[in-house]
């Protein structure tokens, strides 16, 4: 995707919560472009823009967005329910449901990335098939929204209150070494090497 000046600078793995959220808005834009395909063009001959937009938001479901799911079920949310917290109960009950959210969005995908893959194949969609396309994404686009205000105005902000930086450093670690990356650096650490910097 395009970068557009004045667009705010993602977090890095220094910030993981704010990761998450960065997360979100991607999933967000690559959803469009396929609802925006699907209920305009019906399943019919894609010009070699729309080719790429359908290829590379399938791609982004299909690769990078698992790696977000498992940053919640496998590093905040054990995390957030290890904790001894009065206020934590309400925020369990929804890792629960948000947890349901990620299975069916993940059967969702599997069925829309079939169709998205005959697509750009066959070059059309038979009228069921595109149909069907318009159907999930849609359902999708609607899980989505509701799973993603959750997780943003009534997890997120929890996490990032409650967990302590040894549990954020932790995460950040893990969602890292997901995307290859061995090893971040500390707040602390990587702040004294750009103080370091700066001195030099």
Same mark, same amino acid.
């Given at each position: 995707?395009?970068?557009?000046?004045?667009q705010s600078r993602?977090s890095d793995?220094t910030?993981?919560?704010?990761?998450?959220?960065?997360?979100?808005?991607r999933?967000v834009?690559?959803? @469009?472009?396929?609802v925006?395909l699907?209920?305009q063009?019906?399943g019919?001959?894609?010009?070699? !823009?729309?080719?790429?937009?359908?290829?590379?938001?399938? @791609?982004?479901?299909?690769?990078?967005?698992?790696?977000h799911?498992a940053?919640? /079920?496998?590093?905040?949310?054990?995390?957030?329910r290890?904790l001894?917290?009065?206020? =934590?109960?309400?925020?369990?009950?929804?890792?629960d449901?948000?947890?349901q !959210?990620?299975?069916?969005a !993940?059967r969702?995908?599997?069925?829309?990335?079939?169709l998205?893959?005959?697509?750009?194949?066959?070059?059309?969609l038979?009228?069921?098939?595109?149909s069907?396309?318009?159907?999930?994404?849609c359902?999708l /686009?609607?899980?989505?929204r509701?799973?993603?205000?959750?997780e !943003?105005?009534?997890?997120?902000?929890y996490?990032?209150?409650?967990?302590?930086?040894?549990?954020?450093?932790? =995460?950040?670690?893990?969602?890292?070494a997901?995307?290859? =990356?061995d090893r971040?650096?500390?707040?602390q650490?990587?702040?004294? =090497?750009?103080?370091?910097?700066v001195?030099r």
């Amino acid at each position: 995707m395009p970068i557009q000046i004045g667009q705010s600078r993602e977090s890095d793995f220094t910030d993981p919560i704010g990761m998450l959220g960065d997360c979100h808005r991607r999933i967000v834009r690559f959803l @469009h472009v396929l609802v925006a395909l699907a209920t305009q063009q019906k399943g019919g001959p894609l010009s070699d !823009d729309q080719r790429t937009l359908l290829s590379t938001s399938l @791609h982004y479901f299909r690769e990078a967005a698992p790696k977000h799911t498992a940053d919640e /079920e496998e590093s905040l949310f054990p995390r957030l329910r290890s904790l001894d917290a009065t206020d =934590i109960d309400a925020v369990l009950a929804r890792m629960d449901a948000l947890e349901q !959210d990620h299975e069916c969005a !993940d059967r969702s995908h599997v069925e829309v990335d079939r169709l998205g893959q005959l697509w750009l194949t066959a070059g059309s969609l038979s009228s069921a098939d595109a149909s069907r396309l318009e159907e999930l994404v849609c359902q999708l /686009e609607t899980l989505y929204r509701y799973h993603i205000g959750i997780e !943003d105005t009534e997890v997120f902000p929890y996490a990032a209150r409650v967990l302590a930086a040894d549990d954020r450093q932790a =995460i950040g670690n893990e969602m890292a070494a997901r995307r290859g =990356i061995d090893r971040v650096l500390s707040p602390q650490r990587l702040n004294g =090497i750009r103080q370091s910097s700066v001195k030099r």
